[in-house]
């Protein structure tokens, strides 16, 4: 294991991670809504990539002092932690773990680099997926020629253990999979989940079709422990909506880490 590539994905993840939580917050509406621009109290969301990307806090909230009886010293400050309006820890610590892991298992061939620039999309479209069950197109389609591009690059240089070819061909495989349990079960499969198989189905079948079938089932397999736990603890039924694009994310996740570790 190479401790130098290990570090740099730690620091990568963290770096990425970090600067994802506004994001998902921008991202996380109901269909038809338009993009958040504005903090819950109102105030326009500044800063890098033009208010989109940095931690999910307010600094107009995190000054701003409550009403309390009797007023308030001149000067005083909020409360610390005031003028945060989304989590901010789950999403950057699970970035840095996915892309550790992957860095490891890959190694320093070609495509590690590939696994750490789609990882931070990834886990950014499970946290809005988690909270609002929706995957944008907005990244989901960029995703998917991302895959496609990057693993292209990675194709020409040497020491590569995959086949673009393969991606290709797992993409157009794993993403018709799911146009098919789309267009037998509406209600039970999102539009959504379908455009974020392309994406993965590239990603695993650049391992070959046993990698594709290990994260593909694994995404399922995920899936059916979660609900099935929901509905031990009397929180769900069968009729009960899931967010999928998680399971599905950290199926192909698994996958990638055979897959690099076969390699």
Same mark, same amino acid.
């Given at each position: 294991?190479?401790?130098? +590539? =290990? ?7 963290a ?17 038809e ?33 409550p ?11 909020? %409360?610390a ?10 999403? %950057? ?6 892309c ?5 298992a ?8 590939v696994?750490?620039?789609l ?22 389609? %960029? ?6 591009? +990057? ?6 240089l040497p020491e590569?253990?995959g ?7 797992g ?5 018709g ?6 267009? =037998? ?10 455009? +974020? ?23 399922f ?8 736990? +929901?509905m ?9 909506? =899931? ?5 599905? =994310?950290?199926g ?12």
């Amino acid at each position: 294991m190479d401790s130098t +590539l =290990i570090a740099v994905a730690a620091l990568w993840g963290a770096a990425a991670g970090l600067l994802l939580p506004r994001a998902a917050y921008r991202f996380s509406v109901e269909p038809e809504e338009p993009w958040r621009d504005a903090c819950p109290a109102g105030h326009a969301l500044t800063g890098p990539g033009r208010g989109w990307l940095g931690p999910a806090r307010c600094a107009a909230c995190a000054v701003a002092v409550p009403a309390l009886p009797g007023g308030s010293a001149p000067g005083a400050r909020a %409360p610390a932690g005031r003028g945060r309006y989304a989590p901010a820890v789950a999403v %950057p610590v699970v970035t840095v773990l996915a892309c550790v892991a992957l860095a490891a298992a890959t190694g320093t061939r070609p495509e590690a680099v590939v696994w750490l620039l789609l990882a931070p999309v990834a886990v950014l479209l499970a946290a809005i997926d988690r909270r609002v069950h929706r995957l944008p197109d907005t990244l989901t389609l %960029p995703l998917a020629g991302a895959a496609v591009a +990057l693993l292209g690059g990675a194709a020409l240089l040497p020491e590569h253990a995959g086949s673009w070819s393969s991606a290709l061909l797992g993409g157009v495989a794993l993403g018709g999979f799911y146009l098919l349990l789309f267009r =037998i079960n509406p209600d039970g499969m999102g539009f959504g989940d379908v455009k +974020l198989a392309l994406a993965l189905g590239v990603a695993l079948g650049w391992y070959g079709w046993a990698v594709l079938f290990a994260g593909g089932f694994a995404g399922f397999l995920f899936g059916a422990l979660y609900g099935a736990g +929901l509905m031990v603890m009397r929180r769900a039924g069968r009729r009960t909506g =899931i967010p999928f694009g998680p399971f599905m =994310i950290a199926g192909a996740l698994t996958g990638l880490l055979l897959g690099g570790l076969a390699a």
